[in-house]
């Protein structure tokens, strides 16, 4: 678990990532999940962003995706989902 000093930090890391991923009306599906989680192994720190046309609760969707790829759920704000993962090979975030 993130502490609020950490996920204050992962916050600001954010501020100049952009979104790589869509969730659209189908929803968070299997393939996406595996896709998200090769994305956070590379990467640590990734952005969501749910479309409008989207029929399943933002809060919903975060929790889906950090629970298949076993990711911290930094923040929801508006359409956009801020996730952590730490990496065991590509390991560049260093938490407070």
């Not at 759920?73 to 801020?82: A, D």
Request: hydrophobic share 35%; proline share 2%.
């Amino acid at each position: 678990m993130l502490t609020n000093k950490q996920k204050q930090f992962l916050r600001s890391e954010s501020h100049h990532i952009k979104p790589i991923f869509q969730v659209g009306k189908d929803g968070v599906n299997e393939n996406m999940i595996t896709q998200i989680g090769e994305a956070l192994e590379k990467r640590e720190l990734i952005k969501v962003s749910i479309l409008q046309n989207c029929s399943e609760d933002k809060n919903v969707v975060a929790e889906q995706i950090s629970g298949g790829t076993e990711s911290e759920v930094v923040q929801v704000i508006g359409s956009t989902i801020i996730l952590y993962k730490e990496s065991t090979d590509h390991k560049e975030i260093k938490l407070p």
